[in-house]
């Protein structure tokens, strides 16, 4: 296990938060992770690590069936035009690749540059399965814990119903 993750698992420790991980091979897509985690308990996610026009990051949480169109997300959050960020922001930032996006990798962002964003449908789950800060794990933690975690890093995530995205 890397330095980080160990790092992680300890402050889930110190929070009295409970998880449970599961190995498997490393995946890249979505469509990797549902035939590597579909069998996994609790909502399977997708997370997208998105860059404004004028430098903003924004990292967007939603289940891992929902469709979002970016531009509509953008007019919803009254964000400059946004498109997805580059690796080397990624690594920087939340020190993670592409492929091992995940909110739990917001523990590296220590000046809280990125604005967390999740959809109202994931939190209908009481269950989350994210990456631990590698794409060869995915990690299941209930909701209220998950929320309790963003909430000791300091952050307050936008709430939005991405299906509004979809809209005209």
């Not at 069998?39 to 924004?58: I, M, S």
């Amino acid at each position: 296990m890397s330095q980080a993750r160990d790092r992680l698992f300890a402050l889930f420790e110190a929070l009295g938060i409970a998880t449970e991980t599961f190995a498997h091979p490393p995946v890249f897509t979505v469509e990797e992770a549902e035939r590597h985690t579909g069998h996994l308990p609790g909502a399977r996610t997708k997370n997208l690590f998105l860059e404004d026009r004028k430098g903003g990051l924004w990292l967007v949480v939603c289940r891992a069936e929902q469709p979002v169109r970016i531009n509509a997300l953008a007019r919803i959050l009254e964000a400059p035009r946004m498109s997805f960020g580059k690796p080397e922001r990624l690594a920087e930032v939340l020190g993670v690749i592409p492929g091992a996006v995940t909110p739990l990798a917001l523990v590296n962002d220590e000046r809280r540059r990125v604005r967390p964003v999740l959809d109202e449908g994931l939190l209908a789950a009481e269950r989350l399965g994210f990456h631990p800060l590698d794409n060869a794990a995915t990690t299941v933690i209930r909701r209220r814990d998950f929320l309790r975690f963003l909430e000791h890093l300091g952050y307050r995530p936008t709430v939005v119903d991405l299906a509004r995205t979809l809209e005209g």
